[in-house]
């Protein structure tokens, strides 16, 4: 399947983004070998969706009909799918990004083994250029059950609500039963996947945290992180605009090594307050990666770029002691707030739903 890349990031840059997600293969098979099933995979997706889209399982949440689905969590599944480079495609230097693995997984690429899984809760990327080749290539996940993957551990010795196979696995705990599901440990690629492609250099994080409030200004601090290919200079180009567009700070920069913290000043800033306390004004920071000019005059290739949405806000817990303990207020800007809301649990066990 050919397969169209895309600029990533705010404005042109050198990053070349392939998106993955759509119609897999998935096939499930009974580690005891009494069967196996071949059907069509959706990413981002859950295998419990797609069996029952194959009319192989019942439909879990009428009546008590998940007692007929407790075999899912004891096979294996793997999802693949294929695509297709051009011959001339420079694919030396690419990344291979799950967004979401649920959860204990391998990751194959044209047959080989170029990384694992075994947190739900964060992204994972792999390098892919070694492995790549010019035409057909073939990616697979294979996820393996909760019960091979904590074979190992001791979890009897823990007390914990429902079942104590969960506590040593980082995915969301409501999936071993709870007072509002069944227990439907599934696995699935739950969130997009993509292959990106850079050059010399990428931004590989870039975060922004306000660090002190003052009377009508705020001191923020911008923190990136860099991966290199090359020695070649690079700038850094930042810029913060305020809530209705204007620039209202910007700097370029040459970054030494791998990147480092950057402080600032913004006058008279837009304080962001929680609903109920104030308005919710938000900025966006622009981190563009190029490489530095050098004719002495303007500007070098983009080679990659970030932009992250915030508010200017400090959250803080407020302790103080009394003859009863002490207490525990939330405060936002200074500013004591009195939390307030309701138990939101998932709303499906199966979050690529």
């Not at 930042?238 to 809530?243: A, H, S």
């Not at 480092?260 to 981190?287: D, H, S, V």
């Amino acid at each position: 399947m050919t397969q169209h890349t895309t600029n990533d990031g705010a404005g042109p840059t050198a990053v070349q983004t392939m998106p993955l997600d759509g119609e897999w293969h998935l096939t499930g098979w009974d580690p005891a070998g009494r069967g196996e099933h071949r059907l069509a995979g959706r990413v981002p997706g859950h295998v419990h969706a797609d069996l029952l889209r194959a009319g192989l399982i019942p439909d879990p949440f009428r009546r008590d009909q998940a007692d007929q689905c407790q075999w899912v969590e004891r096979w294996f599944w793997r999802y693949e799918r294929e695509f297709e480079l051009p011959a001339d495609f420079d694919a030396r230097w690419a990344v291979l990004k799950f967004q979401g693995l649920d959860t204990h997984a391998e990751i194959h690429l044209n047959d080989r083994t170029i990384g694992h899984a075994a947190n739900m809760f964060v992204p994972h990327r792999f390098e892919a250029g070694p492995w790549l080749r010019a035409g057909v290539n073939r990616i697979e996940v294979v996820f393996v059950p909760n019960y091979v993957a904590m074979a190992h551990k001791d979890v009897a010795r823990f007390r914990s609500c429902f079942s104590s196979d969960r506590v040593y696995a980082r995915r969301m705990q409501c999936a071993y039963g709870w007072d509002w599901t069944h227990r439907l440990v599934g696995a699935g690629v739950w969130r997009p996947v993509t292959l990106s492609f850079y050059r010399s250099a990428r931004l590989a994080d870039c975060c922004i945290r306000t660090v002190e409030l003052g009377a009508d200004a705020a001191r923020l601090e911008i923190e990136c992180e860099i991966e290199r290919r090359a020695g070649k200079p690079l700038a850094l180009d930042l810029r913060i605009e305020d809530p209705d567009g204007r620039v209202a700070w910007a700097t370029t920069i040459e970054p030494a090594g791998k990147g480092g913290a950057i402080g600032l000043e913004l006058a008279r800033p837009r304080l962001w307050f929680p609903n109920g306390y104030g308005e919710q004004p938000l900025y966006r920071l622009t981190a563009t990666l190029r490489a530095a000019s050098t004719t002495g005059g303007g500007t070098g290739r983009p080679l990659d770029s970030r932009s992250i949405t915030f508010g200017i806000r400090t959250v803080g817990i407020e302790e103080i002691p009394d003859e009863r303990g002490g207490s525990f207020t939330l405060a936002v800007n200074g500013e004591r707030i009195f939390a307030r809301g309701g138990n939101w649990v998932p709303p499906s066990p199966f979050p690529g739903t």
